[in-house]
């Protein structure tokens, strides 16, 4: 890693919110996320010369009309495949340009309407071909034995897993019930009713094992997240939340987006799982350990992604999660805070991005009553291994 490791920081966030904004064009939400960004950080338009891109046309802006409307003159620009597992691969690329001298200041954005189209796995959604390939779709959908969505691969990875661990199904609930409650105290989060374990039993099952109460809520969003080296940071108007240690989304026979490694779901091999490598990459980087991270955030599309990514990077071994995870209404996996902002379960799928806007709050001390006491470092991670460790 060298001089690379904590070299850059975020400086300026901004978003419209989670919801629904059909009627409203992804440049419009596009250039609201960008003001709000630049005011937060005390910057100006012009200072903007690196633009990456998450979603692309026709749920959100391809970066060649992103940086022509929103009028930033972009000497570095990327763009990534239009899928929620990108995020932290976009924040490492603008690390990666700013320490190569790419650009002195990178924009990364997220905007995507997923209300203005038919729903995911059906005809109508913009990715739907891509489920078509040869090899199967990006979530391993394959069309000739009936599964078109993503949670037909997420349900058989967790069918396996409850039954390889000899995990009770119904604890899985924790998850959805600890996220649901951390959304009642968070402005941006569209759930917020909290459940109890009677109301999760009573969810009604999409793809079995998965409850309704399981599955991320779809919304519309346009967050903006500006980025710039640590010696200009510092004179910004707000404190700046650096970046770490890395790790990239890994691919392989055995990786799948949706399970964790070694249940053999759309994976070549069973093996038994664990999570030394992880925590040698990301942790080891920063000469740390699971122990001294703070709080815990991670991509939940559906809840027991919660579990494998605990699992993944070191906090408890392989099938136990849910026990780690403890009792909502009881103390729990010794005090470790997870998806504060109520994940994609509850203030809505952002494909990471409000987790990321959560991160910074809680580095920054502005998190309001979900302020973590003290909070100095946070981990991103996914299912998929991908991973960022941030720091003040």
């Not at 939400?29 to 979603?55: K, P």
């Not at 990786?255 to 990301?282: C, K, S």
């Not at 910074?360 to 998929?384: K, M």
Request: charged letters at 20%; aromatic letters at 8%.
């Amino acid at each position: 890693m060298g001089s690379f490791a904590g070299s850059t920081a975020i400086v300026g966030v901004g978003t419209v919110g989670f919801g629904r904004y059909s009627d409203t064009s992804a440049a419009t939400l596009a250039n609201t996320a960008l003001e709000r960004a630049l005011d937060d950080a005390g910057l100006m338009r012009s200072d903007v010369d690196g633009l990456l891109s998450q979603i692309g046309s026709p749920r959100g802006l391809d970066y060649d009309t992103a940086a022509r409307l929103l009028a930033i003159d972009a000497r570095f620009t990327s763009q990534t495949w239009s899928h929620g597992r990108y995020a932290a691969t976009l924040l490492q690329h603008a690390a990666m340009a700013l320490t190569a001298g790419l650009a002195d200041v990178v924009v990364c954005l997220a905007v995507f309407r997923n209300s203005a189209f038919p729903k995911i796995g059906t005809a109508g959604f913009p990715s739907f071909s891509e489920g078509l390939r040869e090899g199967g779709g990006p979530h391993a959908e394959t069309h000739w034995a009936g599964l078109a969505a993503p949670m037909g691969g997420a349900g058989l990875s967790l069918q396996r897993y409850l039954h390889r661990y000899g995990v009770d199904r119904e604890k899985l609930g924790r998850v959805a019930i600890r996220q649901r409650t951390s959304a009642a105290d968070n402005p941006l989060a569209v759930l917020t009713k909290p459940v109890d374990a009677d109301q999760y039993a009573s969810s009604p099952y999409v793809v079995e094992p998965l409850r309704v109460l399981d599955c991320s809520v779809m919304v519309d969003t346009a967050v903006a997240v500006i980025l710039t080296r640590n010696d200009r940071a510092a004179d910004l108007q707000r404190r700046p939340v650096r970046l770490l240690s890395f790790q990239g989304v890994r691919g392989g026979p055995n990786e799948f987006v949706f399970g964790q490694p070694g249940l053999g779901i759309h994976q070549a091999d069973i093996f038994d799982f664990t999570h030394e490598a992880e925590v040698l990459a990301v942790f080891g980087r920063a000469g740390l350990a699971p122990a001294d991270v703070d709080a815990f955030y991670c991509y939940d599309g559906f809840s027991p992604q919660v579990l494998w990514t605990l699992e993944r990077f070191g906090f408890c071994g392989p099938g136990e999660a849910a026990d780690f995870l403890g009792e909502p209404d009881g103390a729990s996996n010794g005090g470790l805070p997870v998806n504060t902002n109520g994940g994609h379960l509850s203030e809505g799928h952002s494909n990471g991005w409000g987790h990321t806007l959560e991160i910074v709050a809680q580095l920054r001390g502005q998190a309001g009553p979900r302020q973590i006491p003290g909070c100095e470092t946070a981990l991103w991670a996914t299912t998929w291994g991908d991973a960022i460790l941030y720091g003040n």
